[in-house]
């Protein structure tokens, strides 16, 4: 299948940093998506994103697509506990394709 | 996800066993889909339908079997052909072309 590539993998951060990942991909698609998913869990929808250049927020969450529509990234400002979890990125198209994830810790 | 509901949420077969992964949405959505999460993996599509009485394979449908007779219900059948069926199991609900929503999932563990 088409290949997502999400960075980092994993991130440990401290409390109040902030938080910055991204996915690519090879070919060009319509829809970015990107989830956050807590243990046991199903991936709730954080932001999703249309249109090539788009600029998106949610509270303390930006996500942009990229004008070349091979990419997106997702920042997370004055991180808090609750941002640990797993976050991923998903493209569209006739199906949703998930990247690996990025598991974001918050050292004590 | 409070519209999709996953049944049971743990579930335990002797291998060898056919099981059966029970989604149902109240969300009028076209679009059902079954991904497998293994850690480390991220989640992995196995099937997708996007209308009812049909449906297609995703990367990883060996093993496994669905049936889209109803626009609210999408079960998935986990076969003895599956050769590592312990995972975590998500369905999926969309519109056309827009984002998806998940239910609680459900733990399948193969003793």
């Known amino acids: 299948g088409q290949q997502l590539n999400q960075s980092p993998q994993s991130m440990f951060i401290q409390e109040g940093e902030d938080v910055s990942m991204n996915c690519t991909s090879s070919s060009i698609f319509n829809t970015w998506l990107w989830y956050k998913q807590d243990p046991g869990e199903g991936p709730v929808l954080l932001i999703a994103l249309y249109k090539a250049g788009e600029l998106t927020s949610n509270g303390r969450l930006t996500a942009q697509f990229g004008i070349t529509r091979k990419d997106s990234f997702l920042n997370i400002s004055a991180s808090i506990p609750s941002d640990v979890g797993i976050y991923f990125c998903a493209r569209r198209d006739d199906k949703i394709i998930f990247g690996k994830g990025t598991r974001l810790h918050i050292l004590p | 996800d409070g519209g999709i509901t996953q049944s049971p949420k743990y579930l335990f077969r002797k291998e060898g066993q056919n099981v059966t992964l029970s989604c149902e949405q109240n969300?009028?959505?076209?679009?059902m889909y079954w991904y497998r999460q293994d850690p480390g993996q991220g989640l992995r599509l196995i099937y997708y339908?996007?209308?009812?009485?049909?449906?297609q394979k995703g990367d990883i449908a060996e093993g496994y079997s669905v049936s889209r007779e109803k626009k609210e219900s999408f079960p998935l059948t986990v076969t003895s052909a599956q050769k590592n069926p312990t995972a975590f199991y998500l369905c999926a609900t969309s519109d056309w072309n827009t984002e998806a929503f998940f239910g609680q999932g459900t733990r399948l563990t193969v003793v």
């Open positions: 339908s996007q209308i009812v009485n049909d449906f």
């Open positions: 969300l009028n959505h076209d679009a």
